[in-house]
Nanobody, 113 residues
Framework: VQLQASGGGLVQAGGSLNLSCIAS????????MAWYRQSPGKQRELVAT???????SFARSVQGRFTISRDNAKNMVYLQMNNLTPEDTAVYYC????????WGQGTQVTVSS
């Protein structure tokens, strides 16, 4: 399965971005899909998860600012990011949780202060 994330860019602090991730195959078999991010010099971290039935979870650092959704019919996962801060600067990736697919290239999010 190939994963392609998009929607990143440069935004000022307080701004918003909506990330999308499309999988080359059916994602409905993956009970939990997730967004991860990796900042320079740091380990990749789990940002948000969404189960097939719609339940979600978020890292404490993004709780209340990010929302995650999925559309199994389109093999897509989304991450709506609001009130962005410079600490959100990272490359964002989608995958299952736990990770079962090859990592895609991710999409760069840069938040300026």
């Amino acid at each position: 399965v190939q994963l392609q994330a998009s929607g990143g860019g440069l935004v000022q602090a307080g701004g918003s971005l909506n990330l999308s991730c499309i999988a080359s195959e059916d994602i409905s078999s993956f009970v939990i899909m997730a967004w991860y991010r990796q900042s320079p010099g740091k380990q990749r971290e789990l940002v948000a998860t969404i189960a097939n039935q719609g339940s979600t979870s978020f890292a404490r650092s993004v709780q209340g600012r990010f929302t995650i959704s999925r559309d199994n019919a389109k093999n897509m996962v989304y991450l709506q990011m609001n009130n962005l801060t410079p600490e959100d600067t990272a490359v964002y990736y989608c995958n299952s949780a736990p990770v079962r697919m090859k990592w895609g290239q991710g999409t760069q999010v840069t938040v300026s202060s």
